[in-house]
């Protein structure tokens, strides 16, 4: 759709070289405008590039990244024709297909990106996107006239999304297929005339012609919007089919041997991580709200008795009005080893009924996890309208225990502030409630409740010679929770610290921080 009437042959302007536009420009997709093929010498061609792709395939398994192919295109441009082609000279088993249509009543009682981000292939498997996260937004401006605003909001989430993906090293191939207004009448045409093709044209085809130049500005405005580096559209010519079919394998093939390079150049390819064991704060002001935290309060067991009730039922009078506005709340508990996160959690959750809601306590990750980005497996979590998650730990272990053990390189770390801060965004834009605890204790209380633990039996269990390496690092791990309050506190998922050291008076502070957030969303609405 990106192009004018065919007469002569035509397409966009290709991208120029440089990546630099003017301001408020931005770059062009590539256009490959693909000679017709006799027969034979489209065999000749494929018989190579079949080889080539299987040979892809099988380094693609020892890559530590994976491919998502996103094919669209208007309306006849052989959408379906391409993938099924690419079915056949691929090895099935190193490929996921998806197709998404519109979205079910579970996929819209949460995020927009929840059904994408959880259907993503492994790292070592091809990703191929018969629908994709394209697919209902250009439905719904062929349904109606989209607001360009409304539009240019989801258009901004696909863009952090993707470039999300891209900067952990996936390649993220867009082919958009074209056809102009006269060809794609003129194969409608050729295809309804024949009684085995007939069925292929739909009374909704014929509606996307008569409007093709209103879909054809939508088309352009998303591939402008959404054409970054990491995630690039390339526009190929779909006249000729035998052509087309060759161009979008031959892409891939060339997009991957330059994804390869270029990682090589970056040295990702083998690169370890590296721990920051001394670690200097990126943003002060974060660790000097930590430590000037007063952790003197205390509260007796009579007045914790009393006020404990009054919170726990105004708590569950806000999370049953969230309910009726059918908004979910996530909960996000951090803090110190032996803070008191669990016996938190026990009391906010004996608040809530227990169809409601569903804690997920969060250790290292598992192999298939390991395969993902490392904002899968938490996407895979995130509650549906009107329910309630609650976090024992979460996505913030990438700026604290990954940074500081070297289990992510330094930019992964550095890059994942601005990326969770995005993921919540992206919660709360659906109109979920975040609620995030940093629940923060001295150094010797912490040593004293690790003694403790390890003189009572039933308590054993929760200390390990972990806890006590980690304790070793506290110096390190105060900087990146400094830097992690600091960056990641926004006006969407603010952090409440809450003075630990008495564990009545945090318990109490948690119920009372969770009412008053959650009621302060609602009353915002």
């Known amino acids: 759709m990106p192009t004018a009437k065919k007469t002569p042959r035509s397409s966009p302007a290709p991208a120029k070289k440089s990546a630099k536009t003017g301001a408020g420009r931005r770059a062009k997709p590539e256009t490959i405008d693909p000679p017709r093929l006799a027969k034979k010498a489209y065999e000749a061609r494929l018989a190579v590039l079949r080889e080539q792709l299987v040979r892809l395939q099988v380094e693609l398994k020892e890559l530590p990244f994976k491919v998502l192919l996103i094919v669209a295109g208007v309306a006849g441009a052989g959408r379906g024709e391409v993938l099924n082609a690419l079915g056949g000279w691929l090895d099935p088993r190193g490929t996921e297909t998806f197709s998404f249509r519109a979205p079910s009543e579970e996929d819209k009682r949460r995020p927009f990106l929840w059904r994408f981000w959880r259907s993503l292939p492994p790292r070592g498997k091809i990703g191929i996107y018969a629908g994709s996260w394209y697919t209902e937004t250009l439905a719904e401006e062929a349904r109606s006239k989209k607001d360009l605003k409304a539009l240019d909001r989801d258009l901004e989430e696909i863009r952090r999304f993707e470039r999300a993906l891209a900067d952990n090293d996936t390649l993220v191939v867009k082919v958009w297929l074209n056809l102009d207004k006269h060809t794609q009448r003129a194969r409608f045409k050729r295809l309804e005339a024949d009684e085995h093709t007939a069925w292929r044209v739909t009374e909704e085809d014929w509606r996307h012609h008569r409007i093709y130049d209103r879909l054809e500005r939508t088309a352009l405005h998303i591939l402008s919007a959404t054409h970054q580096p990491g995630a690039a559209w390339t526009v190929i010519d779909a006249e000729d089919e035998r052509a087309r079919n060759l161009a979008v ?277």
């Open 249 to 525: 394998g031959e892409h891939l093939l060339a997009q991957f041997e330059a994804h390869k390079r270029e990682l090589a150049r970056l040295g990702r390819s083998r690169a370890p991580a590296k721990p920051d064991p001394k670690p200097k704060p990126l943003r002060p002001y974060g660790r000097r709200r930590l430590l000037g935290l007063p952790l003197d309060q205390k509260l007796s067991a009579e007045d914790y008795e009393q006020k404990r009730d009054k919170w726990l039922g105004r708590l569950n009078a806000a999370v049953r009005a969230a309910q009726k506005a059918g908004r979910a709340i996530t909960f996000v508990f951090e803090g110190w080893d032996a803070a008191g996160k669990g016996g938190a959690i026990r009391r906010l959750t004996s608040a809530i009924d227990v169809r409601d809601y569903r804690v997920y306590p969060v250790a290292k990750p598992n192999d298939e996890e390991k395969a993902h980005h490392y904002l899968w497996r938490f996407w895979r979590h995130v509650p549906s309208d009107g329910q309630v998650a609650i976090f024992d730990r979460s996505w913030y272990g990438r700026v604290l225990v990954e940074r500081l053990e070297g289990f992510c390189r330094p930019d992964e770390w550095r890059r994942a502030f601005n990326e969770l801060n995005d993921f919540e965004r992206a919660l709360t834009d659906h109109g979920q409630i975040v609620v995030k605890f940093w629940l923060h204790i001295s150094r010797e209380e912490q040593l004293a409740r690790f003694r403790a633990r390890e003189e009572v039996t039933f308590k054993s269990h929760k200390i390990n010679e972990e806890d006590w390496r980690n304790r070793r690092k506290w110096d390190a791990y105060e900087v990146a929770v400094g830097d992690m309050l600091a960056l990641t506190d926004t006006a969407h998922a603010p952090w409440h610290l809450i003075p630990a050291n008495d564990k009545r008076y945090a318990r109490l502070q948690v119920l009372r921080t969770a009412c008053r957030a959650i009621q302060a969303a609602l009353d915002r609405a």
